[in-house]
């Protein structure tokens, strides 16, 4: 079984950065795609962006291209998210799953991170 412990989240300013980390534990993850989503207040979790822990082939969401990045250490065991030029509508609670390519999130959900940006 694959564990998943979000953090990084906090309180920024609009046009901040910050960068999120998930912690990877457990068997035979090398095989997953690691993704990163997020759920805003009153609204439904999306996809942001994923990464394919073999090889670092990446893919985002379209709403999302070109301020965040996801990467991952292998030595570490570790996923990131970078988010750049935050903004308010970027409050959030941030999540990192894991799964095959297309599909990065057939594991339980953990608690999240909680960003929150402020105008």
């Known amino acids: 079984q694959v564990q998943l412990v979000e953090s990084g989240g906090g309180l920024v300013q609009a046009g901040g950065s910050l960068r999120l980390s998930c912690a990877v534990s457990g068997r035979a993850f090398g095989h997953y795609t690691m993704g990163w989503f997020r759920q805003p207040p009153g609204k439904e979790r999306e996809f942001l962006a994923a990464i394919r822990w073999s090889d670092g082939n990446r893919r985002y969401a379209d709403s999302v291209k070109g301020r965040f990045t996801i990467s991952r250490d292998k030595p570490k065991n570790e996923v990131y998210l970078q988010i750049d030029n935050l903004q308010s509508e970027d409050t959030a609670v941030y999540y990192c799953?894991?799964?095959?390519?297309?599909?990065?999130?057939?594991?339980?959900w953990g608690q999240g991170t909680q960003v929150t940006v402020s105008s």
């Open positions: 799953n894991a799964g095959p390519p297309q599909r990065p999130n057939v594991l339980p």
